[in-house]
């Protein structure tokens, strides 16, 4: 499930406070006519860098435990070839995103699966329903996978009784996945490859894991290389549904040893479990149901169980991350020292380039407030490639039209409004609606101090 306190992080993470006039007037700066969508066409993933025993232990409690907590009892998966259908009013953009996202599944991951018609039976069943229609039915959700169910109005007819529970699954054979169709073309795919990977899959979250799409933090929102190893490890040959978790456990090894030969000589690292207290925190921080001062106090209790558990990873950057979203108003010199903070934190490990890179689109912001322009510039460079390779067209449009903002505060018109028509392309993507891009660009085009009335 794809928690929808998480998956409008851009959303939360506001830029530097400006004047509300002032972001009204910068408006007229963007183009009456938006320039066409860009999309991404190939994949970036690459091979995990971990050892294969911390790969086992994240496969093992991926593959035996809810997000809730609740444990599986054996292990289950699809036996033999996969087919997919799409029902409902679809967008545009799903057609080639879920093509690409197949294709990925079969090449990468080996997996025998194919899209059908609609008028077909299949094993996953992609239905695409509004958005208050997923709220009401599982308010915390952005989108989510059931099993045993192939419509949404199953769904609702099952939804409390034995049939969706995942507890008592022995194999795979009929999975729905509901997704809205009222979103951003980036929100639409991001639910495609989570759960699509659940349905097929992994059905836990873990938020020490850096390099998956299997944690919360919604940082990466494309299926990484790790990702694609854990899949093709759950459809391996040795393995089959109804293995209880010590005979995973026995088994994992040689399958990891034949699928990832590198992952043998690497030396694990190994990392304290995250506990509930820190999990409860942090979605209390990000849960939109509750007030910006419980959110906020929840943001701060969540860095001091992380600093007490003595963890200096990507958990107490992601509890400083929060702490300076949620501070950005009302507190701008706490927001500061929070991202600088997680910077340092992120900027250490390599594994975490992709979540330093959501960190710099606030420290740019604040360095484009602050007259600061060339150093804007440098930072959003910096981030460009991590960001292009995981495929985030509203992180990256944001990042280029804080670049576009700093040329232009730097007297260099011509080339910030090349990349001013670029970054709109990438921002219809992430965003959607051309109203939603607009604001998004007037936002950050207010953050330029230097900024001219009669720009074009």
Request: aromatic share 6%.
């Amino acid at each position: 499930m794809r928690l929808l306190l998480l998956a409008g992080s851009l959303a939360l993470a506001s830029c530097a406070p400006v004047p509300r006039q002032h972001v009204a007037e910068r408006g007229e700066y963007i183009p009456s006519r938006l320039p066409p969508m860009k999309t991404f066409t190939r994949s970036g993933a690459q091979a995990p860098e971990r050892s294969n025993s911390s790969i086992a232990n994240d496969f093992l409690d991926l593959s035996f435990q809810l997000e809730s907590g609740r444990t599986l009892p054996v292990f289950t998966r699809f036996e033999g070839p996969v087919t997919v259908r799409v029902t409902g009013n679809a967008p545009a953009s799903l057609d080639a995103d879920l093509t690409r996202l197949l294709a990925r599944l079969r090449t990468e991951a080996g997996i025998d699966i194919t899209r059908i018609a609609p008028g077909r039976p299949a094993g996953i069943n992609i239905e695409l329903v509004t958005r208050t229609q997923l709220q009401r039915a599982v308010p915390q959700a952005a989108c989510f996978v059931v099993p045993r169910v192939a419509s949404w109005a199953e769904f609702r007819r099952n939804r409390r009784g034995a049939m969706t529970d995942w507890t008592t699954l022995r194999s795979r054979e009929r999975m729905s996945v509901f997704i809205p169709r009222d979103v951003s073309p980036q929100e639409v795919r991001d639910c495609l490859h989570e759960e699509m990977a659940q349905a097929l899959g992994p059905l836990n979250d873990l938020y020490h894991l850096t390099d998956s799409v299997f944690n919360d933090d919604n940082f990466h929102t494309v299926l990484t290389g790790f990702d694609m190893l854990i899949l093709r490890a759950t459809y391996a040959p040795e393995l089959r549904s109804g293995m209880t978790r010590a005979d995973v456990a026995a088994t994992l090894p040689g399958v990891l040893a034949r699928l990832n030969p590198k992952g043998a000589q690497i030396q694990e690292r190994p990392r304290g479990r995250t506990s509930r207290a820190w999990i409860n925190a942090i979605e209390g921080a990000l849960g939109p149901q509750n007030t910006m001062e419980a959110r906020q106090g929840a943001a701060k209790r969540a860095v001091h169980i992380a600093g007490d558990e003595g963890w200096d990873d990507n958990r107490l950057a992601f509890s400083l991350f929060a702490l300076g979203r949620l501070s950005l108003g009302a507190d701008p010199e706490l927001a500061l020292n929070a991202f600088l903070k997680a910077s340092n934190i992120y900027a250490s490990d390599p594994s975490t380039v992709l979540h330093e890179a959501h960190i710099a689109m606030q420290l740019a912001a604040f360095a484009l407030s602050s007259d600061q322009a060339g150093t804007a510039i440098a930072i959003v460079d910096r981030s460009l490639p991590s960001v292009r390779q995981a495929e985030n067209a509203a992180l990256l449009g944001s990042l280029l039209l804080v670049k576009s903002e700093a040329l232009d505060a730097m007297g260099r018109p011509d080339e910030a409004a090349r990349l001013r028509r670029e970054s709109l392309g990438w921002a219809r993507y992430g965003f959607g609606t051309d109203a939603e891009v607009r604001k998004r660009a007037g936002e950050i085009a207010a953050l330029n101090p230097n900024s001219r009335q009669d720009r074009t």
